[in-house]
Nanobody, 123 residues
């Protein structure tokens, strides 16, 4: 069974940085498609960044140039480096795994979410 665990959230001042991590466990050889989403109070959950198969990435316009998504194959982890944070970035951040290569080299599709990590940007 595949599980995701996020870490790295916290309280940071405007202009600061945080590095969020999402570690996947299970019969995973490599992560193909994983996204980071966020949900602010009173708002719908939105896609922030996505790591796609083949190494391509996608970023929401609101975070382009400030956030960077990266994959660590050795640790089955996808990280989200968040820089120049703004109060509007305050939210619970979730990772979502939708495809991976398993240990028998098969491409698997699924929809698994992590439990979320809170990012608060405030002075």
């Amino acid at each position: 069974q595949v599980q995701l665990v996020e870490s790295g959230g916290g309280l940071v001042q405007p202009g600061g940085s945080l590095r969020l991590s999402c570690a996947a466990s299970g019969s995973i050889l490599s992560i193909n498609t994983m996204g980071w989403y966020r949900q602010a109070p009173g708002k719908e959950r939105e896609l922030v960044a996505r790591h796609l198969g083949g190494g391509n990435t996608f970023y929401a316009d609101s975070v382009k140039g400030r956030f960077t998504i990266s994959r660590d194959n050795a640790k089955n982890t996808v990280n989200l480096q968040t820089n120049n944070l703004e109060p509007e970035d305050t939210a619970v951040y979730y990772c979502r795994l939708t495809s991976f290569t398993d240990t028998t080299y098969n491409l698997r599709y699924l929809d698994v979410w992590g439990q979320g990590t809170l990012v608060t940007v405030s002075s």
